[in-house]
C-alpha cells in the first residue's frame, strides 16, 4: 500500500492501475472526471485544515480524512466542526467505479462508466454523462442530473431533484419536502422501457414525458393539485386525493408518481417544430414553468 499526506496543494499520478476511486471531504469541491486514458491524475489544489490522506491499496485509490468514513458521513450532519475545506480533482479511466462523500462539499461527477455513488450532506451534486449505475443520497444539497443513462437512484430529505434528459431505463427517486423535477428525453423511446418511480411526502413532481410517450401511469396526491397535458390520460377525484392514470401509446414503460401533500404535474415535451424546438437543458417546474 503507498500512502500520501497532503497538506498543501498538489499533484499526484499513481502508478498503478486504479478500479475504484473514493473521495470523501469537508467543505470545498470533488471534481470527477471519466477519460479514456489508462493513468490517473490527482490534483489537490486547496486546502485548509487537517491533512487529506491519499492511499492506494491495490486498485483502489482513496482520498479522504482519517476520522471521515463512508458509512457514517450522513451522520455528520450533526456535526459543527467542519474547520476544513478542500478542492479535490481527479481525472480516472471513465470505466472505474466512483464512490464520492461530500459534508458541506459541492460534488461533480463527469463521463463515467462505471458504477458511481455519491453520499452528501449539504453540498449540492453534480452527475453528467454517467453511463454506468448511479446511487446517490443527500440530506439538504439539491441534485442534478443531465443525460444519465444508466439506473438511476436517488434519495434525499430537503433536497430538490433535477433529472435533464434522463435517457435511463430505470429512475427510482424518494424525497421527503425536495421538489422533483424528472424531463425524458425523447431519444429514450428507442431504448429499453423506462421504468420511472417518484415518492414524495411534501414536494412538489413534475414529469415532462416526450411526445408521443409509451407508458403506464400512475400518479397520485392525497392533498395536492394535479395538471396534467395528455389527453388519454384520467383524472380523477375531485376533493382531498387526486389522480392521474391511464395509458400512453403501447404502454412499454411504466411511470407511477406519489406524493402527500405535494402537487404533481405531468407535461409533454414539445415535438421538433412545434412551438419552437423544446431548449435540451431545459427542465420543467411543478408548476409548468421552465427552469
Known amino acids: 500500500m503507498t500512502e500520501w499526506s497532503v497538506t498543501e496543494p498538489t499533484k499526484l499520478a499513481p502508478a498503478d492501475p486504479v478500479t475504484l476511486l473514493q473521495v470523501r471531504i469537508v467543505n470545498g469541491t470533488v471534481n470527477v472526471v471519466g477519460t479514456d486514458e489508462s493513468s490517473v491524475r490527482l490534483e489537490v489544489s486547496e486546502i485548509e485544515g ?30 459543527k466542526e467542519y474547520r476544513r475545506r478542500a478542492v479535490v480533482s481527479v481525472a480516472v479511466p471513465a470505466g472505474v467505479d466512483v464512490e464520492v462523500g461530500v459534508v458541506g462539499a459541492e460534488a461533480v461527477v463527469t463521463g463515467i462508466r462505471g458504477r458511481t455513488e455519491v453520499r452528501g450532506v449539504t453540498g449540492d451534486t453534480t452527475l453528467l454523462g454517467l453511463s454506468g449505475p448511479v446511487r446517490a443520497e443527500t440530506v439538504s444539497g439539491n441534485l442534478e442530473a443531465q443525460s444519465v443513462t444508466g439506473a438511476l437512484r436517488v434519495n434525499s430529505v430537503t433536497g430538490d ?54 407508458a403506464r401511469v400512475e400518479a397520485s396526491t392525497t392533498s ?56 435540451p437543458s431545459s427542465a420543467p417546474s411543478a408548476t409548468g414553468k421552465v427552469l
Do not use: C
Open 50 to 79: 487537517p491533512p487529506l490522506v491519499v492511499t492506494q491499496d491495490g486498485s483502489t485509490l482513496t482520498v479522504t480524512y482519517e476520522d471521515l468514513q463512508w458509512k457514517s458521513i450522513l451522520k455528520w450532519f450533526e456535526r
Open 161 to 214: 431533484v433535477t433529472v435533464i434528459e434522463g435517457a435511463g431505463s430505470s429512475v427510482k427517486a424518494d424525497t421527503v419536502s425536495g421538489d422533483m423535477v424528472i424531463d425524458l428525453d425523447p431519444a429514450r423511446l428507442d431504448g429499453p422501457p423506462a421504468d420511472i418511480r417518484l415518492t414524495s411526502v411534501s414536494g412538489e413532481v413534475a414529469i415532462r414525458l416526450p411526445h408521443p410517450a409509451d
Open 224 to 279: 395536492g393539485a394535479v395538471s396534467n397535458a395528455f389527453e388519454d390520460l384520467r383524472v380523477g377525484g375531485q376533493w382531498g386525493a387526486k389522480s392521474i392514470t391511464g395509458t400512453l401509446g403501447s404502454g412499454r414503460g411504466t411511470l407511477k408518481a406519489t406524493t402527500i401533500s405535494g402537487s404533481i404535474a405531468l407535461l409533454r415535451r414539445p415535438e421538433s417544430g412545434e412551438d419552437g424546438d423544446a431548449a
